[in-house]
């Protein structure tokens, strides 16, 4: 089994900044690619960032310069750094990961965290 747990959301003020941590857990052989998505009320899951095994990074043009995504592969652990922080990114952010577990070989199978509610206010 393998579980996702995210962390770091909370309540802040427009301009300011979170950290958004997800550490994976459980049984599996490697991690591929993951990333972060969000959901804000009344509206569909959208991509945030994603960030490959190897450190190559994308982001939606709507946070591009303002975030940035990074893991720490000892650790099984990717991070969202959100600075300016906008009234309109509020939503809540859930952590992705492609993970290959011996059940899955030779693919990864496709894991969602929980989610973590991030609140800007203007």
């Known amino acids: 089994q393998v579980q996702l747990v995210e962390s770091g959301g909370g309540l802040v003020q427009a301009g300011g900044s979170l950290r958004l941590s997800c550490a994976a857990s459980?049984?599996?052989?490697?991690?591929?690619?993951m990333g972060w998505y969000r959901q804000a009320p009344g509206k569909q899951r959208e991509l945030v960032a994603t960030i490959t095994s190897g450190g190559n990074t994308n982001y939606a043009d709507s946070v591009k310069g303002r975030f940035t995504i990074s893991r720490d592969n000892a650790k099984n652990t990717v991070y969202l750094q959100m600075n300016s922080l906008k009234p309109e990114d509020t939503a809540v952010y859930y952590c992705?990961?492609?993970?290959?577990?011996?059940?899955?070989?030779?693919?990864?199978?496709?894991?969602w965290g929980q989610g973590t509610q991030v609140t800007v206010s203007s």
């Open positions: 992705n990961a492609a993970v290959v577990t011996i059940r899955s070989l030779p693919r990864s199978g496709d894991y």
């Open positions: 459980g049984r599996f052989l490697s991690i591929n690619g």
